[in-house]
């Protein structure tokens, strides 16, 4: 064997064991939800967290002292599991154990979203299924904050305590599901609130907007109730408006939703720092406000092929 194929070797039998080092055991039907997900490490980190709840499910607090213990598995380069009481105490936060003890309910990140807050929703909201929460927090001895993105799950300890276990990455892969998750609690909440949930839409620091999702909501006819680019209220008409390639996707929105209550659309913009093309998926949705038909939808990037990049 040449010295080239053996080096190769070598990487791909180191690669295979940093893997098995993090891999973690989830029942097979909760293995079977995370083909929702685009990305590898959104389903290592999804896989992590749901493994850390079974075990401080099943273990209490004992837990902790597996996950202080093994490091590699539960706290990396990647992401690191963290716990809280449902009343806002943190129980256990390898990054900053100073945490540990105290109510972090009132914390906010970088854009005023109350994180926790945020997270106890999340676990609640049947269109959340796996708790994400996306916002922009300061990491321990870093500089500037960067934006996040957490799942979470809540168990009850043997002892009744009900807790949240989590966590995220910095700087996260831009899921499909996470635009189609605020897209579905948008649809939801204009059916219960009307054209009052308007308002909560286009609040900056919540769900339904985050880094470079938005969710826009437009009438039938293509016009704009919650513009989907800029931040105004019914600004524009969105029918006539193609992209960098010439396709009109808010028309195809309009025209695909007609016999479906749901559906996935293109949409090609201009990357804002090299000149190339970013492709964007739009999910969209047909909803009802206030006894109005109503579209819902948010765009979100789409992986760059590798021979792009």
């Known amino acids: 064997m ?14 295979s064991l940093v893997c098995f080092a993090w891999a973690v055991e989830v029942d097979p039907a909760f293995e079977q939800e995370l083909t929702r997900y685009d990305y590898r490490d959104t389903r290592k980190l999804v896989r992590t967290v749901r493994a850390a709840a079974d075990r401080v499910e099943v ?3 004992n837990a902790f002292l597996e996950f202080r213990a093994d490091p590699k598995t539960w706290k990396n380069d990647l992401f690191y599991v963290y ?18 003890g105290k109510n972090l309910m009132e ?18 909201d049947p269109d959340n299924p796996h708790g994400w929460l996306h916002y922009l927090w300061h990491p321990a001895g870093g500089f500037n904050p960067v934006p996040k993105s957490s799942c979470h799950f809540q168990v009850s300890m043997p002892d009744g305590r009900a807790v949240l276990v989590g966590g995220g990455m910095e700087s996260p892969p831009e899921e499909r599901v996470f635009a189609q998750y605020a897209v579905d609690a948008a649809v ?21 907007r985050f880094r470079d999702v938005k969710v826009f909501v437009m009438d039938e006819e293509g016009n704009a109730l919650v513009d989907p680019a800029l931040d105004a209220i019914g600004s524009r008409n969105l029918s006539s408006f193609t992209d960098a390639a010439g396709h009109a996707p808010f028309s195809q929105i309009v025209e695909k939703l007609k016999s479906s209550d749901r559906c996935w659309e293109v949409l090609l913009t201009k990357n804002r720092y090299e000149r190339v093309m970013d492709k964007r998926a739009i999910y969209a949705r047909r909803g009802v406000m206030d006894g109005t038909n109503v579209i819902a939808g948010a765009a979100t990037l ?8």
Do not use: N
């Not at 040449?2 to 690669?15: D, I, N, Q, T, V």
């Not at 716990?83 to 540990?100: N, R, T």
């Not at 789409?302 to 990049?309: A, E, F, N, Y």
């Open 2 to 15: 040449s010295k080239g194929r053996m080096s190769c070797l070598a990487l791909w039998m180191l690669g």
């Open 59 to 61: 273990q209490g607090t």
């Open 83 to 100: 716990v809280y009481a449902m009343d806002g105490i943190c129980l256990y936060h390898p990054m900053a154990p100073a945490f540990e």
């Open 107 to 124: 914390v906010a990140d970088a854009d005023g979203r109350l994180a926790l807050q945020m997270a106890i929703q999340a676990v609640k």
């Open 188 to 208: 939801r909440l204009l059916a219960e609130k009307g054209t009052a949930g308007i308002a909560e839409i286009t609040r900056p620091a919540t769900k339904f």
């Open 302 to 309: 789409l992986p760059r092929p590798i021979w792009s990049k």
